[in-house]
């Protein structure tokens, strides 16, 4: 089966500065790719997808990028602030089943 | 994208007892998954609710001990049985739809 990769674990960064998290599969089949943001106490929320026909995606400060030769996709977030402080998960889709990473934990310093 | 209610979002319950946790969604929806998220930890797929027939579940869940029901196209419960504390979690039901993936806000559950 798939297996999805996640680095770092934990990232701290000053507000305002930009972040970056990384994530490998290991499954060329896997053909979707979402980010999922997790604050405490509550449910992952979907903030950014990309599809494997696509290299590279952004919604505001918010970007992904997929290498599909290299199986990685990664998530930036630009201008950081204080509210993006949360837990996130990269995800691999294979079929219909999702492949979760290990999670990142992100700390943004007012 | 489809908006879930899952129910309750926490408790306490004593070992040995069951709990069910409901996920009623606001749109008809196909695919709906149920998974686990141990303190820390990524999130696990415990199982598949398909409607009309019974759940798939993933290697290392069994339907003795994580019933599902699934009675339409809006609405599924998972049973956690026979609790221990190693059951201590929070359960999440996710739902596919064609603009992605939606997760509810969880259950966190405490076996004592």
């Known amino acids: 089966g798939e297996n999805v990769e996640q680095h770092p674990s934990t990232l701290s960064v000053q507000e305002g500065d930009s972040a970056v998290i990384k994530c490998t599969y290991s499954?060329?089949?896997?053909?979707?790719f979402p980010w999922y943001k997790q604050e405490l106490g509550k449910g992952p929320q979907l903030i950014i997808d990309?599809?494997?026909?696509?290299g590279e995606k952004k919604d505001q400060r918010i970007a992904v990028t997929l290498n599909k030769t290299a199986k990685h996709f990664s998530l930036h977030i630009t201008e950081t602030q204080p509210e993006d402080s949360a837990v996130y998960f990269c995800a691999a889709r294979d079929g219909n089943q999702f492949y979760f990473g290990t999670g990142t934990s992100l700390t943004v310093i007012p | 994208s489809a908006v879930i209610s899952q129910k309750p979002s926490r408790d306490i319950c004593q070992r040995g007892t069951s709990l069910t946790i409901q996920c009623q969604v606001d749109s008809q929806v196909t695919m709906m998954f149920w998974y686990r998220q141990q303190p820390g930890q990524s999130l696990t797929l415990i199982a598949t609710?398909?409607?009309?027939?019974?759940?798939?579940?993933e290697s290392g869940f069994v339907i003795d001990k994580f019933p599902i029901s699934r009675p339409n196209l809006t609405f599924s419960t998972l049973t956690v049985s026979n609790m221990s504390p190693e059951d201590s979690s929070i359960y999440l039901c996710?739902?596919?739809?064609?603009?992605?993936?939606?997760f509810g806000s969880g259950t966190r559950l405490t076996v004592v």
């Open positions: 609710a398909n409607q009309g027939s019974e759940a798939t579940y």
């Open positions: 990309i599809r494997s026909n696509v």
């Open positions: 499954d060329s089949a896997s053909n979707y």
């Open positions: 996710s739902v596919g739809t064609g603009k992605g993936y939606t």
